[in-house]
């Protein structure tokens, strides 16, 4: 109790150093932190790094689809989390996640809830495509060990449809197992 009433005063303390524009807080007593959870998180800064922790190659959209990759993480030291945006249009943007089939119970990686998931065969590989509000759409499927998801916002539904059948998922196909 004593320990929640120290952190709320500590964050209004820096909400208002913040709001007045001062660096100045009043000292609060040191709290353990250690008994929080830590972000399971941990963004990097190249394709190899991330493949390298997480020991797996993670799914990758050239950039002769016409989308350049502008994030790179590792979610609890499982899925590889890339973030894509379109060339020439910052509002296209594009989020593929693997991870391997035997660390997880659900196939579904893609963070996306509440979606009326319709399972589709595209390139012979069941995918479960759905929408999550206008122009986002998100995908998930397996291909041998692996899980693979992708989440769009700002496509049409042919251009998400293209991304998946013309890249996404052939590639899937072809080059992992």
Not at 58 to 84: M, Q, V
């Amino acid at each position: 109790m004593i320990k929640r009433f120290v952190c709320k005063i500590a964050f209004l303390g820096a909400l208002w150093s913040g709001i007045m524009g001062t660096n100045t807080l009043a000292a609060a007593p040191s709290l353990d932190t250690s008994t929080g959870m830590p972000n399971p998180i941990v963004v990097y800064k190249t394709y190899d790094e991330a493949a390298n922790a997480a020991g797996f190659n993670p799914l990758y959209l050239p950039k002769l689809s016409g989308y350049t990759c502008n994030y790179i993480s590792l979610i609890g030291k499982k899925t590889i989390d890339l973030g894509f945006q379109k060339q020439g249009d910052v509002n296209k943007n594009l989020r593929i996640r693997t991870a391997l089939k035997d660390d997880f119970t659900d196939d579904d990686i893609s963070g996306a809830y509440s979606v009326a998931w319709e399972p589709q065969i595209i390139d012979n590989v069941k995918v479960y495509v759905g929408k999550i509000n206008r122009n986002t759409y998100a995908a998930h499927w397996k291909q041998g060990k692996y899980l693979f998801s992708a989440n769009a916002k700002g496509v049409s539904q042919l251009e998400f449809k293209l991304l998946l059948s013309d890249g996404l998922v052939d590639l899937s196909n072809h080059y992992f197992d």
